[in-house]
């Protein structure tokens, strides 16, 4: 470790929350303070969107510095260094300590310069997409909140502090999902973006407990250090560390989106656009990939764990492509290929390939915040239309954006040469490839799949992008006059990103072409682990030209039924197979089968729970029953205490006969069984309950039992003769009798 107080690190994580502060409360506050001149002044959306652009893009120029300053220190086939930071001492419990500590690695660096790099681009953008909204305060403190706890989950050095960013980020997708929160629809999207990702969380949770307990370490280093540990023994049947591989992924599961709790990111859409571009591309949703990729050394130690996330990856890639197709909201095309593109990166942590998968995870940061960006401006262009069946030849009406969406498109659908194709062909090798010896037909699988959803992805893609940009406009006459291109605020933004997509990947370019090293896998090769490889050069050639020839197919049916709008020919595949296009359509209807299954049965026991136990069993018996029991002795005290004499001399009557009958009780009855051989029971089973007694059985004047609850004992005497046994017996009102018992004992019989 070359330095403990790396001080810039903290910058890169306090800017963004200080621009946070600064326009969520200080600037507000200062304009009141200063008059109500300053006050127009500070809050206007020039000074608010300068704080807030400038807050994260000078977080990438110091996390640029940090890692150009760390790059040298990094050397091939040597453990990473790393620079860090710590803050404080977090938690102390017993032997557990923890501290809130930032650090930084060839993995987090990658991260975090993504994370605020793409971020910058947005929140650039957003300055003119938000920029006649009247809450844009609001919205831009929320959205650096959201970088703010991003950065702090790449960079913290424990699962606990990377659990704050975890946490952190739900809560922000929370509230700028639901934004425009007058809306009830784009409220309930926040909503059940909150829930469905808190199920998730507490798998995350558990699988930081089970950790901690069994290794005593939550940080990334002493888990590594430790990890024998959890390779012993059982939990629930299976061992610890898949076990705790496997809640963690169902935290996974929940912030990136896959199988089975995929189903809030495309009702995510109902919040802004650059929300949608940030959540998608850069921060939330690439949690979950960064997470299992910074455990890589515990994944690869559970084999059955790494089989499940490659196939649950593989399977959420080909689900969400197959919902793409009869997709017509533009947004929600996206969603959905996000999803998709995210089955990949987890196909292919899961096979091993860590690397490739951060690679298409940076890849992918640039060409979809470029496609959702570019989406934002035909939506602008369009009047908050978002129905590509509405759209139709804008490639001449926005030019600019028109070229961006393209590219983006192509870098997608793994077009040679494109950043996309770059990182796709590396995880399709790697799956390929990969010599899984748990179960060797895993990677096989993956990659056939990832190999079909090439094709699928070019064809919900390219007809996306024909039925929005070619052919004619099919949307309201009266709106295709109007349709302009946004200002420069919007459009410089996609231009970079555009740029991005194009270039992007040839810092990761496969051995086979022997231009370039791959630089970007030799940079994380010290932190990333990676699983061996079988195959030749002639083999990953070989592995190339099908995905890309798969892509090109797709390619080529998106063209004949979209390429100038929409052809007689999907009219009458699609009015042929009628009920299946609308199950796709429908989104398999699994919204409305988790509806079933689970929301409403939750609704049911939510309405039991209200109607009956808190309203009848807590409000009307326990609050108002013992309201009203009070209010009934009350009123018979009134009626006794109401200053008549012979009324308390007859009430002083009772209560002392009562007492009396009490006290002058007669004592229980005992039964005495005498045995030949000197042992004696004594026992009344049915009339001693509530009494204590005391025992002297030899009269003695030793009690040899004192104040037991037993209805029989036994004692033996020692010899013949004539013995006077004494009982005490307190009664349940703290009377207390004494009882002799003549016991004769005869041996000799």
């Known amino acids: 470790m070359p330095e403990d107080k790396y001080y810039p690190l903290a910058f890169v994580v306090g800017l963004p929350l200080l621009g946070a502060i600064l326009n969520g409360f200080v600037l507000d506050w200062l304009g009141r303070l200063l008059g109500k001149k300053v006050h127009k002044i500070l809050v206007s959306r020039v000074v608010v969107g300068t704080v807030a652009v400038l807050s994260v893009f000078l977080s990438f120029v110091v996390a640029l510095y940090a890692v150009v300053w760390h790059l040298p220190l990094v050397k091939e086939g040597e453990e990473a260094p790393w620079l860090s930071f710590t803050l404080w001492n977090w938690i102390k419990v017993g032997g557990l300590s923890i501290d809130l500590k930032l650090f930084l690695d060839p993995l987090s660096a990658v991260m975090v310069l993504v994370v605020t790099g793409v971020s910058s681009v947005i929140h650039f953008y957003s300055t003119g997409y938000m920029a006649h909204d009247p809450s844009h305060r609001r919205y831009f403190a929320f959205l650096n909140l959201f970088v703010f706890f991003m950065v702090l989950l790449v960079l913290g050095d424990s699962l606990p ?54 290794t ?55 919040g802004p656009t650059p929300v949608s571009a940030l959540i998608h591309a850069a921060t939330m949703v690439t949690a979950g990939v960064y997470m299992i990729a910074r455990l890589n050394f515990l994944y690869m130690a559970s084999p059955p764990a790494m089989a499940v996330v490659a196939l649950v990856g593989a399977g959420t890639a080909i689900l969400a492509a197959t919902i793409g197709f009869a997709q017509n909201d533009i947004k929600k095309v996206l969603a959905y290929s996000t999803i998709s593109q995210l089955g990949y990166m987890f196909m292919a942590v899961g096979v091993g390939a860590f690397a490739a998968g951060i690679f298409h995870l940076m890849t992918h940061a640039f060409f979809k915040a470029c496609l959702f960006l570019g989406a934002g401006c035909v939506i602008h262009a369009m009047h908050e239309r978002q129905d590509i069946q509405e759209m139709g030849g804008l490639r001449k009406k926005l030019p600019h954006t028109h070229w961006t969406f393209l590219v983006s498109v192509l870098a997608i659908s793994g077009a040679p040469f494109f950043s996309g194709f770059f990182s796709k062909d590396e995880i399709l090798w790697r799956a390929f490839s990969a010599n899984f010896q748990y179960a060797p037909w895993v990677p096989k699988v993956a990659w056939i799949l990832g190999v079909i959803g090439a094709g699928m992805t070019a064809f919900y893609m390219f007809r996306l992008y024909f039925l929005t940009f070619a052919g004619k406009f099919r949307g309201p006459g009266e709106l295709s006059n109007k349709i302009h291109e946004p200002s420069y605020l919007m459009i410089i933004p996609i231009m970079i990103l555009g740029v991005l997509a194009v270039i992007g990947g040839f810092v990761g370019m496969p051995h086979t072409f022997h231009l370039f090293p791959n630089y970007f896998e030799h940079y994380l090769e010290p932190v990333l682990a990676q699983m061996p490889s079988q195959g030749g050069t002639a083999e990953e050639w070989g592995v190339m030209g099908l995905g890309l020839g798969t892509a090109l197919l797709g390619f080529s049916v998106a063209w004949i039924l979209y390429g100038r709008g929409p052809s007689l020919a999907i009219i009458k595949i699609t009015g042929t197979i009628p009920k299946l296009y609308k199950i796709v359509a429908g989104k398999f209807f699994v919204d409305e089968i988790y509806g079933i299954l689970v929301v409403r049965p939750i609704g049911w026991l939510a309405a039991f729970s209200h109607r009956v136990v808190d309203r009848f069993i807590i409000d009307k018996i326990m609050v108002e029953g013992s309201a009203w029991i009070a209010g009934v002795c009350g009123w018979l005290l009134r009626k006794v205490q109401n200053g ?106």
Not at 162 to 176: A, P, Q, R, T
Not at 189 to 204: E, L, T
Not at 226 to 247: D, F, K, Q, W
Not at 730 to 742: H, Q, T, V
Request: charged fraction near 20%; include cysteine; charge should be positive.
């Open 161 to 214: 502090v990377m659990f704050i960013g975890w946490e952190g980020v739900g809560l922000c997708s929370y509230l700028l999902i639901g934004f425009w929160y007058e809306d009830k629809a784009k409220a309930q999207a926040g909503k059940k973006a909150f829930v469905v990702n808190r199920i998730g969380d507490f798998g995350f949770l558990l699988g930081i407990f089970l950790i901690g307990t069994v």
């Open 216 to 270: 005593g370490k939550v940080d990334f280093h002493g888990i590594k250090e430790n990890l024998g540990m959890l390779g012993s023994g059982e939990v629930l049947g299976i061992s610890p560390i898949t076990l705790a591989c496997l809640l963690l992924f169902l935290g996974a599961t929940g912030k990136s989106a896959q199988i089975p709790l995929y189903i809030w990111l495309p009702d995510a859409m109902a």
């Open 644 to 749: 008549i004499i012979h009324r308390y001399a007859w009430v002083m009557a009772f209560g002392l006969t009562v007492f009396i009958y009490i006290a002058a009780r007669p004592m229980p009855d005992i039964d005495v069984s005498v045995g030949q051989d000197g042992l004696v029971e004594f026992s009344n089973m049915h009339k001693h309950a509530g009494y204590l007694m005391s025992w002297d059985f030899d009269g003695d004047g030793k009690f040899e039992v004192i104040w037991s609850e037993k209805n029989n004992f036994k004692y033996k005497y020692p010899k013949s003769g004539k013995w006077v046994a004494k009982m005490r017996v307190r009664s349940p009102w703290g009377f207390e009798r004494e009882k002799k018992i003549n016991v004769v004992i005869d041996t000799k019989k």
